[in-house]
């Protein structure tokens, strides 16, 4: 019975198969369809060296920087007591009041902040402002350490050479 039914399905394998005349037609369509591809030719997109995208043009302004030897009777060291520590932001909004009440300050332009360390809150603070003096663009600079890697809250005057804030 086994065998019979093999050879059944055998028949009916051998009778639903094309033929070879059919075989040989679909393989020739194939071959007419089929584009030889060139083989290690660089695709037109490719170039000989890597290419690099051109950084944007920088305008650079001359900039002063006047280091002063230490004087506590120097604007650079008056006194600032109204620091929030809390935030970022909130610290450079703060040091920028500052500078503004600054005499020989007309107006403050902007604060670059520079992380001290990858992974800390403090900072070095670049406030840039005019002159009411020359009309020239200065920068006053200042360490803010925040309590951290067993720092206290602090803010130093570079300028000055001074704690405008002393750690308490």
Same mark, same amino acid.
């Given at each position: 019975?086994?065998?019979?039914? $093999?050879?059944?399905?055998? $028949?009916?394998?051998?009778?639903?198969?094309? #033929?070879?005349?059919?075989?040989?037609?679909?393989?020739?369509?194939? /071959?007419?369809?089929?584009?030889?591809?060139?083989? /290690?030719?660089?695709?037109? *997109? /490719?170039?000989?060296?890597?290419?690099?995208?051109?950084?944007?043009?920088?305008?650079?302004?001359?900039?002063?920087?006047?280091?002063?030897?230490?004087?506590?009777?120097?604007?650079?060291? *008056?006194?600032?007591? *109204?620091?929030?520590? *809390?935030?970022?932001?909130?610290?450079?909004?703060?040091? /920028?009041?500052?500078?503004?009440?600054?005499? @020989?300050?007309? #107006?403050? @332009? !902007?604060?670059?902040?520079?992380?001290?360390?990858?992974?800390?809150?403090?900072?070095? &603070?670049?406030?840039? !402002?005019?002159? #009411?003096?020359?009309?020239? &663009?200065?920068?006053?600079?200042?360490?803010?350490?925040?309590?951290?890697?067993?720092?206290?809250?602090?803010?130093? #005057?570079?300028?000055?050479?001074?704690?405008?804030?002393?750690?308490?």
């Amino acid at each position: 019975m086994k065998n019979l039914i $093999l050879i059944l399905i055998a $028949l009916l394998l051998v009778a639903c198969a094309p #033929s070879p005349q059919a075989i040989r037609a679909a393989i020739a369509q194939t /071959q007419a369809v089929w584009t030889r591809v060139p083989t /290690q030719t660089p695709y037109p *997109t /490719q170039t000989r060296y890597p290419t690099q995208t051109p950084r944007p043009t920088i305008v650079v302004t001359q900039a002063y920087v006047w280091t002063p030897t230490p004087d506590q009777s120097n604007s650079n060291c *008056t006194p600032i007591t *109204t620091v929030d520590y *809390t935030d970022n932001s909130k610290m450079m909004i703060d040091l /920028q009041a500052y500078v503004g009440t600054l005499p @020989s300050v007309k #107006s403050v @332009s !902007y604060v670059i902040p520079e992380l001290l360390y990858s992974n800390s809150k403090s900072q070095i &603070v670049h406030v840039t !402002y005019v002159s #009411s003096d020359d009309g020239k &663009v200065y920068s006053k600079r200042y360490i803010v350490y925040v309590t951290e890697f067993g720092w206290k809250n602090a803010v130093f #005057s570079v300028d000055g050479q001074c704690w405008i804030d002393p750690p308490r």
